[in-house]
């Protein structure tokens, strides 16, 4: 009798083991630079079942940026190291999670070395660990000349964090659904934005738990054309847009509310809050007053930076 045949296994292609036999050597380091983003408007329809919000809103990358240097190997370990010492270097690193995320693809022995220079402060709203994540996706296709569909590589982006599907692509998009749901919108072109940070940090959990923001359910939604034209005329045309959760981080921490008051007192195009605080930033039409603006909350020991907006959110090199 000849043997049963065994159970068919779907075997993963391993890429990254490929890789490494094709060549004995260690493959190049891959430089990524991954930015920040704001929110320009969020608005939070309603909770979900599922604990998350449904949101509208407009994100915009900002060449405020982190540096990761990546070098992709076949031995399924992840070494972080981080400039911030305040950031895990160990699984609970969205660059740790977008690895092991990406073995399904890549093959199960897929490891890395990371080190990333934090320039993005976090707690801030600014989807700095979002954006390190999609630039460690993007770079494990790249490094292993993986042909993955931008949708799939969407689907896993989302299952580390709402905005890493944005940060795939950068420049100014809608989000929907908890964010990941997306739709290019007219691109900013001007505008020179000052980011600061006070020194509390804010938990996204903590301001999408507070019952004090209001439900945009009553208010009309977006009308995408309008927004589109208003963001294509700006600074000529003002920017009619609000962040629903300012309104539990406000009155919560007086250090945003302050800053906040402060920055619109200079007198910008636009003031808001990023996400779910605690940065907040002012939009300007000259550079060299953002420049003046920033250096008096830097001369305070804030984090204040100067940044422009950008199309892409990810550069590999
Ligand atoms: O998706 P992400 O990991 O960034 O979300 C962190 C937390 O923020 C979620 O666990 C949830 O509490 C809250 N959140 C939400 N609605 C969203 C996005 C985030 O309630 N659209």
Redesign the pocket.
């Known amino acids: 009798m000849s043997p049963r045949p065994g159970p068919r296994v779907h075997r993963v292609r391993d890429a990254a083991a490929t890789a490494a036999a094709k060549s004995p050597h260690t493959p190049a380091p891959l430089h990524v630079t991954t930015c920040a983003k704001v929110n320009l408007s969020l608005e939070i329809i309603r909770r979900r079942e599922d604990?998350?919000?449904?949101?509208e809103t407009i994100f915009q990358s900002i060449d405020l940026a982190d540096a990761i240097e990546i070098e992709l190997t076949s031995d399924a370990r992840i070494e972080i190291e981080c400039t911030d010492a305040s950031i895990p270097t160990d699984e609970r690193n969205l660059c740790h999670r977008a690895i092991v995320a990406m073995r399904p693809v890549a093959g199960p022995s897929l490891g890395a070395r990371m080190r990333i220079e934090k320039r993005i402060p976090s707690g801030a709203g600014l989807g700095g660990g979002?954006g390190n994540a999609a630039g460690i996706l993007l770079a494990v296709c790249r490094g292993l000349r993986l042909d993955v569909a931008p949708e799939k590589l969407a689907r896993i982006g989302a299952t580390l964090?709402?905005?890493v599907p944005f940060f795939l692509h950068g420049g100014t998009m809608l989000g929907r659904g908890?964010?990941e749901l997306l739709t290019p919108m007219e691109p900013l072109k001007q505008g020179v934005f000052v980011v600061v940070k006070p020194e509390v940090s804010i938990p996204?959990?903590w301001a999408?738990?507070q019952p004090t923001f209001g439900l945009t359910s009553h208010r009309p939604r977006l009308n995408l054309r309008a927004a589109n034209s208003v963001l294509a005329r700006f600074p000529r045309s003002a920017l009619p847009f609000r962040n629903a959760l300012e309104a539990a981080v406000v009155p919560a921490f007086p250090a945003v509310a302050r800053l906040l008051e402060e920055l619109l007192s200079e007198q910008p195009c636009f003031a808001s809050m990023t996400g779910s605080g605690s940065a907040v930033y002012a939009i300007f039409t000259h550079e060299d007053r953002a420049v003046e603006v920033a250096r008096r909350f830097a001369q305070r020991g804030l984090f204040a930076s100067v940044a422009k907006p950008t199309r892409q959110a990810i550069e590999i090199r």
Do not use: F, V
């Not at 604990?51 to 949101?55: A, D, K, M, Q, S």
């Open positions: 604990g998350y919000h449904e949101i979002s964090g709402s905005d908890r964010g996204t959990p999408y738990a």
